[in-house]
DNA sequence: TTCGGTGCAAATTTTTTGCATCTAC
DNA sequence: GTAGATGCAAAAAATTTGCACCGAA
């Protein structure tokens, strides 16, 4: 079907390397060392690529869509203040599909779980403007409300 | 923080008349009767909706971002053919922060699960299309393969 | 040799933004 | 009265597509 070709491997090997790539960040690690790839063909590489299931995808509001070569199932965690993506520890839940079944006539086939919440960076940093602001103020100590 | 307009109110009104709207679709909803308003404006109170927790999002890859009124957690289902949405059958699982709390400082907040499969009509279509294939060819019975 | 892939750039699609005006509080 | 919201239209961001040429099978 797909042929193999330069840029289809550049592609994928970009995507092996790096953790949640998207596209465009894939297209300017390659354009680096083959300045002639354009976007149009990266685009149309990971296209042909997760729609034979070699990569998946990461679907991440208010950005691009991300790509991930991690072979094994797994879910994913989303920053919601940076964006930031990191596989979850929890483990593949083989049994997901089964016990949602009866949603009225779909076959299903596979399932993500996206987690949200704060980073590790962001929460220090939301930690340190914190002691910022109470410095600044008069040392509110009982004032009840 | 965010006062109450008109426009407001319609979006999401309409967001709650529907089933899961995109931006669109909330847009051509309101415009029929509401002339003067704007896709930004949508764009803006789904930004206040979503940022407040009043409405829920839903990502479908290749395609836009969906909305969603229903108040109780829950997951959907979505077809990988047509890209129907509809609400799951498996019950909000609470535990499941807790079971991938590991995630390196992650402070987890809320969790979405996306089951992908065919939905009912696409399922229907497909098998009057094999139908079909099978009457076009020469009734091949029992070829070893 | 043939047909799918590529590069390029323009087109689409989806969402955001600048600015003058308007209006909820 | 004032700061936030709106309408408009242009811009930005993300992705797809048309077409002439190239190259893998």
Same mark, same amino acid.
């Given at each position: 079907?797909? @042929?193999?070709?330069?840029? =289809?491997?550049?592609?994928?090997?970009? $995507? /092996?390397?790096?953790?949640? +790539?998207?596209?465009?960040?894939? !297209?300017?690690?390659?354009?680096?060392?083959? +300045?002639?790839? &354009? @976007?149009?063909?990266? !685009? @149309?590489?990971?296209?042909?690529?997760? $729609? &034979?299931?070699?990569?998946?995808?990461?679907? *991440?509001?208010?950005? %691009?869509?991300?790509?991930?070569?991690?072979? +094994? +199932?797994? !879910?994913?965690?989303?920053?919601?203040?940076?964006?930031?993506?990191?596989?979850?520890?929890?483990? !593949? /839940?083989?049994?997901?599909?089964?016990?949602?079944?009866?949603?009225?006539? #779909?076959?299903?086939?596979?399932?993500?779980? *996206? #987690?949200?919440?704060?980073?590790?960076?962001?929460?220090? =940093?939301?930690? %340190? /403007?914190?002691? /910022?602001?109470?410095?600044? @103020?008069? $040392?509110?100590?009982?004032?009840?409300?």
């Amino acid at each position: 079907m797909t @042929r193999k070709t330069i840029q =289809q491997r550049l592609v994928l090997e970009a $995507a /092996q390397r790096m953790r949640h +790539p998207s596209a465009e960040e894939i !297209y300017q690690a390659i354009v680096r060392k083959h +300045p002639n790839i &354009s @976007r149009g063909t990266v !685009y @149309r590489n990971l296209h042909n690529l997760t $729609a &034979s299931d070699v990569l998946g995808r990461v679907l *991440i509001p208010g950005g %691009a869509e991300r790509f991930d070569a991690t072979t +094994p +199932p797994h !879910y994913h965690a989303v920053c919601k203040l940076c964006g930031a993506v990191q596989d979850a520890a929890l483990p !593949y /839940q083989d049994r997901m599909q089964d016990a949602a079944a009866a949603c009225d006539g #779909f076959v299903l086939e596979k399932h993500d779980i *996206i #987690f949200w919440g704060i980073c590790k960076e962001c929460a220090t =940093q939301i930690a %340190a /403007q914190k002691d /910022q602001v109470e410095e600044e @103020r008069p $040392a509110k100590p009982t004032s009840g409300g």
